[in-house]
C-alpha cells in the first residue's frame, strides 16, 4: 500500500485502493479554468492563514485515496508536508474531463464527503457551468449552479432571467471571499 | 399561450421555453423509445404532468411508466420508472437538486440528466432507496475524440442502456444529433 501511495506515475490517482488514469493532456479550456481558480484563490489569499494549491499538488486523505485535485484551499498549515496535503483540505475544485467526469461527480465526491471538506466545487469548461456543494450534518448540499455566460446568451435572455441568475459566488472561508464567475471562465 | 409551471412542495414554478438544442435531445430520445417501446407494455411520454403528491407535480422532459393502472386521462399518478430531464441554465439548479430528491423519494427507478452544453448523460439508478451514479456519458466532438490516448479511447462508453431493459442499445451519438 505504502508504494501505492506513492506511485511512480504522476498521473495516476487513487480512489477506494484502486488506481485510475488521469487524463495525460487535458484540454487547453480545462488548464485554463484551474489556472484562472487558482490565480483568483491566491489573490485573496495572499497574507491570510489559508492557502490555495494549484493542480499537481498530491492529496493524501488517507492510504485508499490520494488524489490531485484542481486546485485547493488549506488552512490548517499542519497539513502541508514535503510531498502534497496529508489530510483535509478546506475546499475542493475538480475540473470535468469528459473521460473522468463519473468519477469525480461520483466516487470522488463521496469520498470528500465522508472526509469532511466543507466546500466542493465542481467545474466544467464545456458547459461553463459551477456546482458548489456545501457540508451540512456531514452530507454535501447542492447549494447552487453558477453559469459563465457568454455575451450572445446574456442578450438572449428575459430581464426576469437575468436577475435570477447569480454572476457571484461567496465561498464558504471567508466572508468577504467573493468570487466573479466571469473571472473563472476568462479566455473560454 | 398557456404557461407552463411546475408544483414544487406547495410552489408554482414556470417553465421558460426550451432551447433548440434542448428540443433536438427531447426529440431523438422520444424516437428512440419510442420505436422501441412499440408493441411494448411500457410507454414513453414527454412532458406529461407527473403527480406525486398533492403538493409536488413535475412536467419531466421524458418518462416512460410500464404500470398502467398509473395513467390517468389528464396525468401520471405516482413514479415513473424512468424520467430524464434535460439542463437548461434556468433548471439546472432544480433538476440536480429537488427533483433528484423527489424522484429518489418516490422511487423512480433510473434518472437522467442531460447536459446539452457538456454533451453528458449522467445515470442515476436507484439502489436500496439511494440513488448512485451509474454512469457518465459524452458525446464527443472529433477534436476531442483525438486529444484522448488509446487507452482512454477504448475506455469510453459510446453506448448506453436503459435498466429496464437488456437489449435496447441507445448510442450517445444519437441522442445529441442535431
Request: proline share 3%; aromatic share 12%.
Amino acid at each position: 500500500m505504502g508504494n501505492l501511495a506513492y506511485a511512480e506515475d504522476y498521473d495516476v490517482e487513487i480512489i477506494n485502493g484502486r488506481e485510475f488514469m488521469m487524463s495525460p493532456r487535458p484540454a487547453i479550456s480545462h488548464i485554463r479554468v484551474a489556472g484562472n481558480i487558482y490565480t483568483i484563490f491566491a489573490n485573496f489569499l495572499k497574507g491570510k492563514k489559508c492557502e490555495a494549491f494549484p493542480d499537481g499538488t498530491e492529496l493524501h486523505l488517507d492510504e485508499e485515496n490520494v488524489f490531485v485535485p484542481d486546485a485547493m484551499i488549506v488552512c490548517n498549515p499542519d497539513i502541508v508536508q514535503k510531498q502534497g496535503i496529508f489530510g483535509i483540505p478546506d475546499l475542493v475544485v475538480e475540473v470535468l474531463s469528459p473521460s473522468t467526469a463519473k468519477n469525480d461527480i461520483g466516487e470522488k465526491k463521496e469520498v470528500y464527503e465522508k472526509h469532511g471538506v466543507k466546500e466542493y466545487w465542481i467545474v466544467s469548461p464545456i458547459a461553463r457551468s459551477i456546482e458548489v456543494y456545501l457540508l451540512r450534518e456531514g452530507k454535501f448540499h447542492l447549494d447552487e449552479v453558477y453559469h459563465g455566460y457568454t455575451d450572445e446568451e446574456w442578450a438572449d435572455m428575459k430581464e426576469s432571467e437575468r436577475e435570477n441568475a447569480p454572476q457571484f459566488l461567496r465561498v464558504s472561508i471567508y466572508e468577504d471571499f467573493v468570487v466573479s464567475i466571469k473571472d473563472v471562465f476568462e479566455r473560454l | 399561450m398557456e404557461e407552463k409551471y411546475e408544483l414544487i412542495n406547495g410552489k408554482e414554478v414556470l417553465l421558460s421555453a426550451a432551447s433548440i438544442s434542448h428540443l433536438d435531445i427531447q426529440g431523438n430520445l422520444y424516437t428512440i423509445l419510442k420505436n422501441y417501446l412499440r408493441g411494448k407494455r411500457c410507454k414513453v411520454l414527454f412532458e406529461a404532468k407527473v403527480v406525486f403528491d398533492n403538493k409536488t407535480w413535475f412536467q419531466p422532459d421524458l418518462l416512460v411508466v410500464c404500470d398502467r393502472n398509473k395513467l390517468k386521462r389528464n396525468q401520471v399518478e405516482g413514479a415513473p420508472n424512468f424520467i430524464a430531464e434535460i439542463l437548461s441554465f434556468t433548471t439546472q439548479f432544480r433538476d440536480f437538486g429537488i427533483k433528484k430528491d423527489i424522484y429518489e423519494k418516490y422511487g423512480v427507478q433510473e434518472y437522467w440528466i442531460i447536459d446539452p452544453v457538456a454533451r453528458n448523460i449522467m445515470v442515476y439508478l436507484l439502489q436500496d432507496g439511494k440513488y448512485q451514479l451509474d454512469g457518465v456519458y459524452h458525446n464527443y466532438t472529433e477534436e476531442e475524440w483525438e486529444t484522448l490516448s488509446d487507452r482512454e479511447k477504448e475506455e469510453q462508453k459510446l453506448t448506453l442502456k436503459l435498466s429496464l431493459y437488456d437489449d435496447l442499445e441507445i448510442h450517445v451519438k444519437d441522442v445529441f444529433e442535431e
